[in-house]
């Protein structure tokens, strides 16, 4: 350095800053995160990736400490790989974080080579494998079902013979019963309707849960989503009026059609308002809205029932998720696969003690259209060959 003279010293200064800006801009692209980790769990060195899978906020600079953003578990981990990592090994470590988002995460954590760095620095590869691992869990889970599903449907299949016959039977005793004296046949009619009851009760267990087992493939037409929706509360109204509730409509007018199969989305809207008449045990305004966003029509269902607590939340579409005694606890689950395979989306949103609001967006025929054609012609292009 003593022999550069000002000039050289800044031109190698310049140059050195320009390879820095070029390497971070590298990193910085990268989707993996790279940080550097000292002594002391301190990030000396982190890009963009990094900084946005751990929440590290604006005023994180190098040297801070990162304590707080990894687990515990993680730390001891580190701490033993520091004891006996020889030089250029690599370990990894999955790591499950809450902030700011809950993630999992892969960490490779290798040595840096003595020239690089003479502390016992390490350089961490961190990469996102939420959507992975959520994929992994749902196939364990789907292949679970399935399998507990197959048997049950067919057990339900074979309840639904005996209570058809049992309802026939009902119908003779019924009709019997017509003869005998006033007294007896009053006291019978009472057990009668009792039984009837119930297997009415039964068979609408059966056949819900056949419904959410057995998925038919959706038999896609355009629709005016308005209709469908008018048509569900027409069925419902006995039990709307029961229930003292009043219906407010806000319809968006001349919305374009949905390209939905009528008889699933028609389930879908029974049974989120029966829900919503549900969580309403005397009065309550259900309040149905649908317009056009982007896109998409959003057809909007709020109740001002007793509304949801955080912890059941995310357990709603669960199969067999209820808190009804008498709930079977499929509604929900029917409502989540028909708007799935339809390409549609369900948001919820609830307050205890106010309400719940379930929204379901679905892609307009139109833009059903625009995407198959692009699909087609992605097709096309595939095809012509090179
Ligand atoms: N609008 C709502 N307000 C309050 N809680 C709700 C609402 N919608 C759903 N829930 C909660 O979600 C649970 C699951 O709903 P889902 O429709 O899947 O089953 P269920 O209503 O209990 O039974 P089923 O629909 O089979 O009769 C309900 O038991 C209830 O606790
Ligand atoms: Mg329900």
């Given at each position: 350095?003593?022999?550069?003279?000002?000039?050289?010293?800044?031109?190698?200064?310049?140059?050195?800053?320009?390879?820095?800006?070029?390497?971070?801009?590298?990193?910085?692209?990268?989707?993996?995160?790279?940080?550097?980790?000292?002594?002391?769990?301190?990030?000396?060195?982190?890009?963009?990736?990094?900084?946005?899978?751990?929440?590290?906020?604006?005023?994180?600079?190098?040297?801070?400490?990162?304590?707080?953003?990894?687990?515990?578990?993680?730390?001891?981990?580190?701490?033993?790989?520091?004891?006996?990592?020889?030089?250029?090994?690599?370990?990894?470590?999955?790591?499950?974080?809450?902030?700011?988002?809950?993630?999992?995460?892969?960490?490779?954590?290798?040595?840096?080579?003595?020239?690089?760095?003479?502390?016992?620095?390490?350089?961490?590869?961190?990469?996102?494998?939420?959507?992975?691992?959520?994929?992994?869990?749902?196939?364990?889970?789907?292949?679970?079902?399935?399998?507990?599903?197959?048997?049950?449907?067919?057990?339900?299949?074979?309840?639904?013979?005996?209570?058809?016959?049992?309802?026939?039977?009902?119908?003779?005793?019924?009709?019997?019963?017509?003869?005998?004296?006033?007294?007896?046949?009053?006291?019978?009619?009472?057990?009668?309707?009792?039984?009837?009851?119930?297997?009415?009760?039964?068979?609408?267990?059966?056949?819900q849960f056949?419904k959410a087992v057995?998925?038919?493939?959706?038999?896609?037409?355009?629709?005016?989503?308005?209709?469908?929706?008018?048509?569900?509360?027409?069925?419902?109204?006995?039990?709307?009026?029961?229930?003292?509730?009043?219906?407010?409509?806000?319809?968006?007018?001349?919305?374009?059609?949905?390209?939905?199969?009528?008889?699933?989305?028609?389930?879908?809207?029974?049974?989120?308002?029966?829900?919503?008449?549900?969580?309403?045990?005397?009065?309550?305004?259900?309040?149905?809205?649908?317009?056009?966003?982007?896109?998409?029509?959003?057809?909007?269902?709020?109740?001002?029932?007793?509304?949801?607590?955080?912890?059941?939340?995310?357990?709603?579409?669960?199969?067999?998720?209820?808190?009804?005694?008498?709930?079977?606890?499929l509604?929900?689950m029917i409502?989540?696969?028909?708007?799935?395979?339809?390409?549609?989306?369900?948001?919820?949103?609830?307050?205890?003690?106010?309400?719940?609001?379930?929204?379901?967006?679905?892609?307009?025929?139109?833009?059903?259209?625009?995407?198959?054609?692009?699909?087609?012609?992605?097709?096309?292009?595939?095809?012509?060959?090179?």
């Open positions: 350095m003593d022999r550069l003279d000002p000039q050289s010293v800044a031109s190698i200064v310049s140059m050195l800053v320009r390879e820095k800006g070029f390497l971070e801009t590298v990193f910085n692209a990268l989707d993996e995160g790279i940080l550097v980790l000292g002594d002391d769990q301190k990030a000396l060195y982190f890009n963009r990736a990094a900084r946005e899978m751990l929440g590290l906020n604006a005023q994180f600079a190098a040297g801070d400490s990162l304590k707080r953003h990894l687990p515990e578990p993680f730390w001891s981990a580190i701490e033993d790989d520091r004891a006996c990592m020889k030089p250029r090994a690599a370990v990894h470590h999955d790591v499950e974080i809450s902030y700011p988002q809950r993630r999992f995460l892969q960490i490779y954590v290798n040595t840096l080579p003595a020239d690089v760095s003479p502390e016992s620095d390490l350089l961490l590869i961190i990469r996102d494998v939420t959507e992975a691992h959520r994929r992994a869990v749902l196939n364990a889970e789907s292949e679970r079902i399935g399998a507990v599903t197959t048997l049950a449907a067919g057990v339900a299949h074979e309840i639904g013979n005996p209570l058809n016959s049992l309802h026939i039977y009902m119908q003779l005793i019924e009709r019997e019963v017509r003869h005998l004296d006033p007294a007896t046949r009053k006291k019978m009619e009472g057990h009668l309707r009792v039984c009837t009851d119930e297997i009415a009760r039964l068979d609408q267990i059966v056949n056949l057995r998925p038919t493939r959706p038999v896609l037409e355009p629709h005016a989503m308005n209709e469908i929706l008018m048509e569900v509360i027409e069925v419902l109204k006995p039990e709307i009026s029961n229930r003292d509730v009043l219906v407010e409509k806000e319809l968006g007018r001349d919305l374009p059609h949905v390209w939905i199969d009528r008889d699933q989305m028609k389930q879908v809207f029974f049974n989120i308002i029966r829900n919503s008449l549900q969580a309403m045990t005397r009065g309550g305004i259900l309040h149905v809205r649908t317009e056009l966003q982007a896109d998409r029509i959003v057809t909007a269902i709020r109740d001002t029932g007793g509304g949801i607590p955080p912890e059941s939340l995310q357990r709603i579409f669960e199969p067999y998720f209820t808190t009804k005694a008498d709930g079977s606890g509604g929900l409502v989540e696969r028909v708007v799935r395979e339809h390409g549609g989306l369900i948001e919820v949103s609830s307050e205890q003690g106010r309400g719940t609001t379930f929204r379901i967006l679905l892609p307009t025929a139109e833009k059903r259209v625009r995407l198959l054609e692009d699909e087609s012609s992605l097709h096309d292009r595939r095809e012509v060959p090179a």
